[in-house]
């Protein structure tokens, strides 16, 4: 999600308007721009995603047509698929490519060197901010292969390919092997004798944590019903305030009760939602937020203005944020702008937008934001740049903004990169930087030393914010 994951509720590439196109239309094999997918589309009634760079065809998923039929739309020759937000764009190809058809060995797949060149060809392919982040790919890439032709070894691999991640700079990498290779990890670092470093005195904070002590605080008067990560009440006698913990976790998923007792409810919401479709696992996320957002603004309708806390929000799924921020547009409304990179190319850029409610709050909006505030929640606030209602509050927030394009290695292991370039409606780019704020608090940009600021003196935290709702208001 954007966990890689990412994402999901306006993003329309084709007018919703559109039939949806006659199944026997779409039979055949069709190439994504941008993502490395080849979607094969057989008899009307199945299809199978690929994974696919110049030297590997790996499954992605195979399942009944029936499961992305509603986010499929035909224009011409171009096969647009839907999940959430974001709309994948596909091209007819004649076939699906020889490799697909091959199996692997299992020592092909267990390779390293093979691993590390599947790997590397996606990044090479995929990645997005090569120039941004001044990466020289090719000596990068030698330098790297270099180590592990050296000892080409599961371990070796592993650590290679996360110092290269770490060497892209990139917001939104991840990479996930086995327990069997976290465990062989962790005997290596026990038999080399390393010390855990010793800590400190300092407090240190979750970001739910800090969150619920926050809202406790604030709030003059407590009005949430029937939600964990969305609270909501009165700051002020005409100040609502919303707080919004994720942009994920809050679809009912009826995680199984025994997985829960086994891993822990996180682990265990994150193993159900790996197994769904992940168009549908999207919609049930934005469907709860939709509810939970109803009742917040029912009991905030009469306030003046309201402020909505995203602070400690490091993001979830685009489609929650756009879902909550439908409820402050009357209107369609174009709110920012994105394209996938492949090759050395782009995507043609494609707008996102708002559908918006009849019923809009469209009076004063005050975002809060910090250094923290990630991923999906800057999605949020990027969002709140195109609506003139609406000002940001704190600090620019993480600058992690594009959607992790998710693959996996022949061997199995999970990894992600960011291929999307993320932009408002005039074009502007914030990865890295962030989305600045309207009204500057100057939060520090690390982590704890930012939560224990808030925590030491929540009085102050909530003064600062008022003025700064004062002085905004004043400038209208």
Known sequence: MRLGFTIFLT?????????????????GTWESLGSGWVLQIKDSTEYALYDVTPISCLPNRKADLSEIMDG?????????????VITYRFTRTNAIPKLCSETLSQSRQNDPLYNFEVFAETVKT???????????????YLDQKRKLEANPTEITLYNVLEDTLDKLNDNHAYLEATDELYAALEQEEDEEGEEEPKGNDLAEYGDLQIAGMVKNHFLQEELTKD??????????????????????????????????????????????????????????EAEAVRTIMANAMKDLATMKSIVIDVRFNGGGQDAVSFEILNRFTKGKLHIANQKLHFGKD?????PLYLEGTPKAFTKPVFVLTSP???SAAEAFSIATMAMPHIKRIGSATQGA?????????????????????YMDTQGNIYENKGVPVDYELDYPRERQP?????????????????NAVKALSNQE
Request: aromatic share 12%; net charge negative.
């Open 450 to 466: 930012f939560f224990r600021a808030v925590a030491h003196d929540l009085e102050k935290d909530k003064q600062d914010i008022l």
């Open 401 to 421: 903004l594009s959607t992790a394009l998710e693959k996996t290695l022949p061997n199995g292991w999970a990894f992600s990169i960011s291929n999307e370039v």
């Open 346 to 350: 782009f995507s043609p850029v494609l």
């Open 11 to 27: 993003f329309l590439f084709i007018s919703c308007q559109q039939e949806q196109p006659k199944p026997e239309g779409i039979n």
């Open 227 to 284: 939600s964990k990560l969305i609270q909501w009440g009165k700051l002020t006698d005409d100040i609502g305030y919303i707080q919004v913990m994720t942009m994920w976790l809050h679809a009912d998923l009826n995680v199984p009760q025994d997985l829960i007792d086994k891993n822990g409810y996180l682990d265990a919401y994150v193993k159900t939602f790996s197994q769904m479709y992940e168009g549908d696992y999207i919609k049930k």
């Open 72 to 84: 499929l739309r035909l224009k011409n020759d171009t096969l647009s698929l839907r999940k959430g």
């Open 126 to 140: 995929h990645y997005a901010f090569m120039e941004l982040n001044r990466i020289d790919w090719t000596s990068l």
């Open 372 to 374: 923290q505030t990630g």
